[in-house]
């Protein structure tokens, strides 16, 4: 059996991917594979309906959102947000807490103004920027809650005066949130709701049509919220597959039980790098993700053996991203707590025939 540890695409429970490629080859009996299906069949209206409904009840969404199923990724999300959110002549405020974080202030940058409040790019992003102020006047802030690359992540959710705008695309439905506080979230299924091409919005309905600017439509919120994201086809399949995998959440007890075993998970994940002298975490400790969690090695030339072993080990994806190095083991909602103890066992066999 694999481990996988994979930032993204990422695993998803062994159930889901059992019904998935059943629906393929016959879907709900029908004699037709959900790939050849209509999207404006009866079949999959209930599929684009009880995803909805799924979101709405795990995330507790209030009534006054829209729950948007797009494509073109998290990315897309950099340049539709200031398009929609940002007027003519106005500035936004963003946190400068990794690449996505500035890459989604680059692009705003090419529709208005854009303001860093802070930024954590002097130590390579290993924490979060707690003491910034929001202009008054800026038309949303926008900030990223787990940084995917650096292994940080902001639990408590900024206090601002102004519309509030997070990425969640590495942690959405891990961990509890009141969707009130925010006016739109965003977030590639790929990281824990499903597989690629689906991406994730929730927005307030008050906050259409806000930057007063002429859109071109596949790029208009209101638009999708409109045609009940059947504006043009949607993605089907990512949507029937994250429809499987909100099912199983569900069926686990939801997002708070999901948070717990995340963080027993993280905990035995971070006890061993701190306890193991092989091994190091790389951000500061209060802000660690429990999603993504980067560590390197004491001695960086003993790095591509324990990779050797862990490959041997079965466990896969570890390989920390070039910007940081080392071994980023990302532990999403279906990695089992057993798959974390087979990289803590591999940890200190590395040990035992090291010291
Ligand atoms: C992966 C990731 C992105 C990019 O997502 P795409 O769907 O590939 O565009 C953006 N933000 C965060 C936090 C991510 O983890």
Known sequence: MKHNFGAGPCILPKEVFQEAAQAVLDFNNSGLSILEISHRSKDF????AETESLVRELLHVPADYSILFLQGGASQQF???????????????YLDTGVWASKAAKEAKKVGQVEIVASSSDKNYNYIPKVYNVPADAAYFHYTSNNTIYGTEIFETPKVNVPLVADMSSDILSREINVADFDLIYAGAQKNMGPAGLTLVIVKNSLFGKSGR????????????DAGSMYNTPPVYSIYVSMLNLRWLKNKGGVSVIEQENIIKARTLYDEI???PFFKGTTVEEDRSRMNITFVMDTPEQEAAFLALAKERNLIGIKGHRSVGGFRASVYNALTLSSVNALVDAMKEFEEKNK
Request: hydrophobic fraction near 45%.
């Open 214 to 225: 002429t859109l071109p439509t596949i790029f208009d919120y209101k638009a999708h919220a």
């Open 45 to 48: 209206e209930e599929v684009i």
């Open 79 to 93: 340049a539709m947000v200031p398009m929609n959110l940002l007027p003519e002549g106005a500035k936004a405020a």
């Open 274 to 276: 701190d306890r193991n």
